[in-house]
């Protein structure tokens, strides 16, 4: 009787406890891993995204210049990018959208010897 109260409670415990497996997106990066991509990897490793219901997977392209293509083509769920890439890949009418902002400012620079 003993070991079928404990199966029952077990049971009950399991009813009540809510597993979901975490949503996978694929996340491509703009290139190789860099310092603009420090949140992302802040998250990850954080278990930020974990927190969140998320199981991100990180990919580094072998061409920077895909990324926006490999996003439209449904190849990723979100893709990073830069800004002035963003309105020619509209003005061609490629199908993506802007959803968020890593860094808030240029990271142009003008470097000299």
């Given at each position: 009787?003993?070991?079928?109260?404990?199966?029952?409670?077990?049971?009950?415990?399991?009813?009540?406890?809510?597993?979901?497996?975490?949503?996978?997106?694929?996340?491509?990066?703009?290139?190789?891993?860099?310092?603009?991509?420090?949140?992302?990897?802040?998250?990850q490793y954080s278990g930020a995204f974990?927190?969140?219901?998320?199981?991100?997977?990180?990919?580094?392209?072998?061409?920077?210049?895909?990324?926006p293509l490999l996003l439209a083509a449904?190849?990723?769920?979100?893709?990073?990018?830069?800004?002035?890439?963003?309105?020619?890949?509209?003005?061609?009418?490629?199908?993506?959208?802007?959803?968020?902002?890593?860094?808030?400012?240029?990271?142009?620079?003008?470097?000299?010897?």
């Amino acid at each position: 009787m003993n070991r079928l109260l404990r199966a029952i409670a077990s049971l009950l415990l399991l009813a009540t406890v809510n597993v979901q497996a975490a949503e996978k997106v694929r996340l491509l990066l703009d290139w190789f891993i860099n310092p603009n991509h420090a949140a992302i990897f802040a998250a990850q490793y954080s278990g930020a995204f974990k927190q969140q219901g998320l199981d991100v997977d990180m990919i580094a392209p072998a061409d920077s210049a895909s990324v926006p293509l490999l996003l439209a083509a449904g190849k990723a769920d979100l893709a990073i990018s830069y800004q002035p890439q963003l309105y020619t890949l509209v003005d061609k009418q490629v199908p993506v959208i802007r959803v968020g902002t890593l860094i808030n400012q240029p990271l142009n620079t003008l470097t000299a010897v």
